[in-house]
């Protein structure tokens, strides 16, 4: 796909880690592997741009605030979500991301 090829290239020619599970896709229509990315930095394009497929960028915080500051320093206007074992840490997120 002309727009998701060059992101993701550019995800690993900046040094972010790619998974893509073994899969076989149509051959007609518009389809893309399902691509997960680790050990990204906030400054990668991939972490920067918005990618119209099913791509994820995954962005290791030392704590709750750089977290909240990542989110909400994103241009766009997307989805977030929380994962934790606590209603307390979930709820005081919620509150303070623009998402």
Not at 2 to 31: H, N
Not at 50 to 56: D, K, T, Y
Not at 73 to 79: L, S
């Amino acid at each position: 796909m002309e727009a998701v090829d060059p992101a993701v290239a550019a995800g690993e020619d900046e040094g972010a880690e790619i998974y893509q599970p073994p899969c076989v896709l149509p051959e007609k229509g518009y389809w893309f592997a399902p691509t997960v990315f680790t050990n990204v930095a906030q400054s990668y394009r991939i972490a920067q741009e918005e990618i119209f497929g099913p791509v994820i960028s995954i962005i290791r915080v030392p704590n709750i605030e750089r977290a909240i500051e990542i989110e909400n320093a994103n241009p766009y206007g997307n989805a977030s979500s929380v994962y934790t074992t606590s209603g307390e840490v979930a709820r005081r997120v919620m509150d303070r991301v623009d998402a």
